[in-house]
């Protein structure tokens, strides 16, 4: 059973930074598309940004322009950045692959309130 085990949330004001950070239990050099997901309070989960082997990216409108999500294979690692934090960015942020694993991993709080 693959853990995937999200990092790198906290508290941000609006306008300021995150770069999160999601490491996979096996490689995911095979894996053809790595994504981020968030569930805000109270909301479904939601499509946040994907990426492909060949570095294809794609990205949900409302981030698209302030987020980048990258990959690092040999790390079997998967990244997000997030600039130009807005108060509804706030949302416990997971990543998994495209289709999904049936398990999550635990997520990583973002919170962006002044």
């Known amino acids: 059973q693959v853990q995937l085990v999200e990092s790198g949330g906290g508290l941000v004001q609006p306008g300021g930074s995150l770069t999160l950070s999601c490491v996979a239990s096996?490689?995911?050099?095979?894996?053809?598309?790595m994504a981020w997901y968030r569930q805000a309070p109270g909301k479904e989960r939601e499509f946040v940004a994907s990426i492909s082997n060949n570095g294809h990216t794609n990205y949900a409108d409302s981030v698209k322009g302030r987020f980048t999500i990258s990959r690092f294979n040999a790390k079997n690692t998967v990244y997000l950045q997030m600039n130009s934090l807005k108060p509804e960015d706030t949302a416990v942020y997971y990543c998994?692959?495209?289709?999904?694993?049936?398990?999550w991993g635990q997520g990583t709080q973002v919170t962006v309130s002044s």
């Open positions: 096996t490689s995911i050099f095979n894996i053809i598309i």
């Open positions: 998994n692959k495209i289709p999904n694993y049936t398990s």
